[in-house]
């Protein structure tokens, strides 16, 4: 066994299945250069994978055919690599909290910049931006590789509706918050949603309506009622011409929903 297989090997005994060139480099005691290209070997073996320029990750033959590790086994350990704060958002979200009627295209990661999306082998990262994030209420799920820190139930019905775009329009989120409802706690989405634009609240509790789950729709009437100064389109993008208005919810209704349920 050459040097550099013995060190992955000797991460993986440890349990560590990422590492960054500068510590490869550091552990050979060869050039950048010559790590480099040991490394460039393993990655065509299929025996590691490079999500982001100078991180890379071992890749166990369980996942071979992926070419990559899965996305929720590495991304914390890249978004600590690359100082910044995160939380798993959105459809990935939605599928860790038990909405899994549709398995998303990519993991949806949010952070407080924009950032290009990634590919590793298979594996699909998206990453998308919130300034305020950092108040965003987040729980920890395990990983065999760690911690994952995923947005909130609540946090995650509310933004589904605000990145409607990124989660396949308010059709699909009509049906993923369908799915989500029984992790949703009233009190625990009142407080998030003052946190939150109030076009959101108007649109979920409209979603929320359509979908038949009126106990939580009732919860949120009041703070869109309090709050909300204008009418907003129900579809951001569409045209409001002959839209029907719903008063409850201050909402121009201009398209007809359906929700996969």
Avoid at 109 to 118: F, G
Avoid at 162 to 188: M, P
Wanted: charged residues 20%; aromatic residues 6%.
């Amino acid at each position: 066994m050459h040097r550099a297989a013995r060190y992955i090997a000797s991460l993986a005994a440890q349990g560590r299945h990422h590492f960054t060139t500068e510590e490869a480099v550091g552990a050979l005691g060869v050039s950048v250069a010559a790590a480099r290209a040991a490394l460039r070997r393993m990655k065509a073996k299929g025996e590691i994978a490079d999500p982001f320029r100078g991180f890379h990750v071992i890749v166990p033959p369980e996942y071979r055919r992926l070419g990559c590790l899965p996305a929720e086994q590495f991304v914390p350990q890249l978004m600590a690599h690359l100082a910044e704060p995160y939380y798993v958002a959105l459809l990935s979200a939605a599928e860790l909290h038990g909405a899994a009627h549709q398995r998303p295209q990519a993991f949806q990661v949010m952070s407080q910049t924009n950032r290009r999306a990634l590919a590793c082998g298979d594996v699909r990262v998206q990453f998308l931006a919130r300034k305020d994030m950092a108040h965003t209420p987040v729980v920890e799920r395990n990983t065999p590789r760690g911690h994952l820190r995923v947005s909130s139930p609540e946090a995650t019905a509310l933004e589904l509706v605000g990145y409607a775009d990124q989660c396949g329009g308010l059709d699909n989120v009509a049906t993923v918050v369908s799915e989500l409802v029984d992790r949703l706690d009233a009190s625990r989405l009142i407080v998030e949603a003052k946190r939150s634009p109030v076009v959101w609240s108007q649109r979920l509790g409209y979603l929320l309506d359509i979908t038949h789950h009126r106990a939580l729709a009732d919860a949120l009437a009041p703070h869109v009622r309090a709050r909300a100064k204008a009418a907003a389109p129900l579809v951001r993008s569409g045209s409001r011409a002959g839209a029907t208005y719903s008063e409850r919810w201050m909402l121009r209704v201009n398209a007809e929903l359906e929700p996969d349920l």
